[in-house]
């Protein structure tokens, strides 16, 4: 089974609105973290946001914010105030209990901000 | 944060051939993972590089078609052996440092592979 489900394979966004990207996840396991990285046409993958399931608050970093959703099992990505840069594929992943490191990704969603 | 670099960051290899990729880090870290991102597709764990012994594969990955070393802390390779287009994929180094946040798990820039 899919451990983490992107269902939106491409998005279009006007330069300075909102965009929120959908990730739902099914574990088992109490102690997992979410994590959403951003993979511009360079290849590389760039660390957004990170959180933790015991984490009381939602987590944010500057223009991105995370939408916690426990118990529904979901994590969307907000990025506000969206520019011509965020254009990208963004992948969410999951890595699950306290002590292994890997990572299972979605299929990811393309970003394409216009002007 | 860790630094990671990656060499070579692409090639053109003809099939059958084996290419050996590199990762550097700039500092100790803790794991070292090997990622496969096919075209078009997402990415998926091939291995976890283990210091001074055989790496652990995941699924569908077997040594020896994806030979990996890792003989420090800083130091990892990964060698696609008699290779298809299907091998056709970016490669990402990935690592985890010790850190005090959860979230010390960061990516090298990637090697571009292409089989003819």
């Known amino acids: 089974a899919q451990k983490i489900t992107q269902t939106q394979p491409g998005m279009f966004v006007q330069e300075k609105e909102a965009v929120t990207l959908d990730c739902t996840y099914d574990t088992s396991d109490p102690s997992y973290g979410l994590f959403w990285y951003k993979q511009p046409s360079s290849g590389e993958m760039i660390f957004l946001i990170y959180?933790?399931?015991?984490?009381?608050q939602n987590a944010t970093e500057g223009r991105y914010s995370l939408n916690f959703q426990k118990a529904r099992k979901s994590a969307n990505l907000v990025i506000s105030a969206s520019q011509l840069g965020d254009s990208a594929m963004y992948f969410c992943a999951m890595r699950e209990g306290s002590n292994d490191y890997k990572l299972s990704f979605g299929a990811g969603t393309t970003v394409t901000v216009r002007a | 944060s860790a630094v990671i670099s990656q060499k070579p960051s692409r090639d053109i290899c003809q099939r059958g051939t084996s290419l050996t990729i590199q990762c550097q880090v700039d500092s100790q870290v803790t794991m070292m993972f090997w990622y496969r991102q096919q075209p078009g597709q997402s990415l998926t764990l091939i291995a976890t590089?283990?210091?001074?012994?055989?790496?652990?594969?995941e699924s569908g990955f077997v040594i020896d078609k994806f030979p990996i070393s890792r003989p420090n802390l800083t130091f990892s390779t990964l060698t696609v052996s008699n290779m298809s287009p299907e091998d056709s994929s970016i490669y990402l180094c990935s690592v985890t440092t010790q850190g005090k946040g959860p979230y010390e798990q960061y990516f090298g820039p990637g090697t571009r592979l292409t089989v003819t």
């Open positions: 959180q933790g399931s015991y984490d009381q």
């Open positions: 590089a283990n210091q001074g012994s055989e790496a652990t594969y």
